[in-house]
């Protein structure tokens, strides 16, 4: 089991950027991907960005304004926005897929705002 605390979110205005971070905690050794999905209103969730432990993969939506990254120990995890539109308007969550035994399981955190406007 891992826990995973976001943090970073905001107002911002288009052009902006943010920096989210999450903190990961527990079984961080068993992890076999993490990343940020993001739900705006209205609006079913998407991915936004994965790191594993070969590659990262970062969604059309967001590529080339968005990287992901997290620290040596892999215990933070970030994800760096640059050029945020309105439509980035959203509620961000990290998540960890958990390798358990036989099985893979996801945990999320609580998400974070942001919001991109004049």
């Known amino acids: 089991q891992v826990q995973l605390v976001e943090s970073g979110g905001g107002l911002e205005r288009p052009g902006g950027s943010l920096k989210l971070s999450c903190v990961v905690s527990?079984?961080?050794?068993?992890?076999?991907?993490t990343g940020w999905y993001r739900q705006a209103p209205g609006k079913e969730r998407e991915l936004a960005a994965t790191i594993t432990s070969d590659n990262t993969h970062i969604a059309d939506s967001v590529k080339g304004r968005f990287t992901i990254s997290r620290n040596s120990a892999k215990d933070t995890l970030y994800l760096h926005m640059n050029s945020l539109k309105p439509e980035d308007t959203a509620v961000y969550y990290c998540?960890?897929?958990?390798?358990?035994?036989?099985?893979?399981?996801?945990?999320w955190g609580r998400g974070t705002q942001v919001t991109v406007s004049t």
């Open positions: 998540y960890a897929d958990v390798i358990d035994g036989f099985y893979v399981t996801r945990s």
């Open positions: 527990g079984s961080i050794s068993s992890i076999k991907a």
